[in-house]
C-alpha cells in the first residue's frame, strides 16, 4: 500500500461536506483509517484509496457511509 503523506492529507476535504455551512469554518476535513480510506466526520462518508489514488467522488463516499469503521475492507476492493 502506497501511504499519503500530511501535507497532501492537510489539502483533501470531502467534497460534499465543504459545502455545510453549519460545520465550522473547515468543514469536510478528512482522517486517515486503515491507511486505505478516508473518513469524513462532518458527513461520514469513506473514501477508499485504490493504488494509491484517493477516489473521492460523491456517490463512491455514500456507498460506504453505513460500513462500520471496523468493517472496512482492507484493502479496498476495486470499484464495480
Known amino acids: ?3 499519503i503523506s500530511p501535507d497532501f492529507l492537510a489539502m483533501l476535504r470531502c467534497p ?3 459545502h455545510y455551512k453549519d460545520k465550522g ?3 469536510g476535513t478528512l ?3 486503515h ?3 478516508l473518513v469524513c466526520a462532518d458527513s461520514g462518508y469513506k473514501y477508499p484509496i485504490r493504488d494509491g489514488i ?3 467522488l460523491i456517490e463512491e463516499g455514500k456507498k460506504w457511509k453505513e460500513t462500520a469503521l ?3 475492507p482492507v484493502p ?3 470499484a464495480d
Open 16 to 18: 460534499e461536506a465543504v
Open 70 to 72: 471496523d468493517a472496512l
Open 31 to 33: 482522517e486517515l483509517v
Open 1 to 3: 500500500m502506497v501511504a
Open 25 to 27: 469554518e473547515n468543514p
Open 76 to 78: 479496498p476492493p476495486d
Open 54 to 56: 484517493p477516489v473521492m
Open 35 to 37: 491507511d486505505c480510506w
